[in-house]
């Protein structure tokens, strides 16, 4: 009969190779590691899945390789299941081998086809150098790509990110930085063999490079508090397109109340600014509501909020900066955030305050046109709940962008009395047709009456009081979601991305 004696041998050859797969890069190089105020990968994933739940697997991937440079496997965040891959450092510098490569497109597979989120983990160098030839060897990046829209990808910058790893994140639909991460195509040294150039990584590809590019969304200040904006951001989404957001269970911040507050935050004169986040302080839950992509755009706030309960999407103009005018990187930002949204079925809260797209020379070389078509192509063609509310101004395109045109599928669209829209401003078209005193006067007239004079014809479902907004939107959105009475399923784009 078989005991455990039969079994020591094996059992013990397991465990000397988990151990050695488990040490990394060795005590040395951890010590350097944290020695930089850095998580290592397996701490990372510790502190980013819920206590204990983390399950790994292709632990012996590698063999003297430590898990071949990255760790893998599945674990809970907010008691949902997630896929997660760490790359690590302290094994050759988290380079991509062929056994590291096969872990990578496992991961993708796995979380498509068991339809929960992906999560990646990076501070690496790409593949390494090898002999090797890996032929017709899937990517990494070929299930990862097929995840998209299925199930919520994200990514985190913990050091330096180069060549293919790198290429992972902005694959995801959301990456956060810690203020030691760089992402590159290539690195320093590489860039000095093939351009002469001398440049430092942070000036390559740290923060503040990623950040004004868009290629990065958030930044954090440590391993820690990106692991834990990860979770939050999370939070919001349900685990695949094939599932709905979920609610939070009812509290008092969930209940219906009126907000005054608006009336002394929103100026009724077109011309005076505000800070739109007092706003959505004032809207939505609570204050502690999640902004994506801050540094990027800030023309556009997107930001992921709870109505009663409920996870939404904002998309709101910002006053403070341009004007609320919408230049090309608001309207880039906008463009990705409403699709992300859409794919997982996120309503859409459109906050609209703005006196059109930015016009000038420099807005025209950046390409304000085409990016405002991107954002309108990404928000007229969503298939997800839809709220609008004018609080003040929309002109033009800016007002389209907006989702404040009529047959654009919206659950509802507001406006506070005195709203003013059309074509451009009376002032604007004032300047342009060279119009006298008496016709100026009356075109500013016909633009303060412009709010009710659409109403009337039902270019709006109702002007309200701002007091109303919070209990007219979620009125709204409580409706609005009956719609899910069938099973939810990925989207189906057909629109050409201009």
Not at 448 to 472: K, M, Q, W, Y
């Amino acid at each position: 009969m078989a005991g455990i004696d039969d079994w020591k041998d094996s059992l013990d050859e397991l465990a000397r190779r988990r151990t050695h797969s488990r040490a990394m890069g060795g005590d040395e190089r951890l010590a350097k590691h944290r020695g930089k105020g850095k998580l290592d990968a397996r701490a990372r994933i510790e502190r980013l899945l819920d206590h204990g739940t983390f399950r790994e697997f292709g632990t012996l991937v590698g063999g003297d390789i430590a898990a071949d440079g990255i760790v893998t496997g599945s674990g809970l965040v907010n008691g949902s299941p997630v896929m997660v891959g760490a790359e690590d450092f302290t094994t050759l510098a988290g380079s991509i081998g062929p056994g590291g490569n096969a872990k990578r497109y496992r991961l993708a597979e796995l979380a498509l086809r068991d339809r929960v989120p992906l999560v990646m983990l990076l501070e690496g160098a790409g593949f390494r150098p090898s002999g090797e030839h890996y032929g017709r060897t899937p990517t990494d990046l070929l299930a990862q790509a097929q995840c998209s829209g299925k199930v919520p990808t994200v990514s985190g910058l913990f050091g330096p990110s180069a060549g293919h790893g790198a290429l992972v994140a902005p694959v995801c639909d959301w990456t956060i930085m810690t203020s030691q991460g760089a992402i590159f195509t290539a690195g320093p040294p590489v860039v000095k063999e093939s351009t002469g150039e001398e440049i430092s990584k942070e000036d390559l590809g740290g923060p503040s490079v990623a950040l004004a590019s868009g290629v990065i969304h958030n930044l954090g200040e440590d391993d820690v508090a990106v692991l834990d904006d990860i979770r939050t951001y999370l939070s919001y989404f349900p685990s695949s397109a094939w599932s709905y957001p979920a609610a939070r269970p009812a509290d008092d911040s969930a209940r219906r109340r009126p907000t005054p507050e608006l009336l002394d935050i929103v100026p009724r004169g077109n011309r005076r600014i505000y800070d739109m986040r007092a706003v959505l302080d004032i809207v939505f839950d609570t204050s502690d509501w999640f902004e994506v992509q801050p540094r990027f755009g800030p023309a556009i706030i997107c930001a992921l909020a709870h109505l009663g309960g409920h996870p939404v999407a904002v998309v709101a103009n910002q006053p403070r900066v341009l004007a609320g005018s919408i230049d090309a990187d608001a309207a880039d930002k906008a463009a990705h955030f409403i699709t992300v949204a859409d794919s997982f079925h996120l309503p859409i809260v459109f906050l609209a305050d703005n006196p059109g797209m930015l016009p000038g020379s420099r807005s025209e070389r950046q390409g304000v046109l085409r990016s405002g078509a991107r954002m309108f192509a990404a928000q007229t063609t969503a298939t997800t709940v839809k709220l609008h509310v004018t609080l003040r101004k929309a002109y033009g395109f800016g007002s389209m962008v907006m989702s404040l045109l009529g047959f654009d599928q919206q659950s509802a669209t507001f406006a506070y009395p005195g709203a003013t829209m059309g074509a451009m401003s009376a002032a604007a078209l004032s300047r342009a047709s060279h119009a006298t005193e008496d016709i100026e006067a009356r075109l500013r007239q016909a633009e303060v009456d412009a709010s009710f004079r659409s109403a009337g014809h039902l270019g709006f479902d109702d002007l309200i009081d701002p007091e109303e907004t919070r209990d007219a939107l979620l009125d709204a959105l409580e409706r609005a979601i009956y719609c899910r009475q069938a099973a939810a399923e990925p989207v189906s784009r057909t629109v050409i991305t201009p």
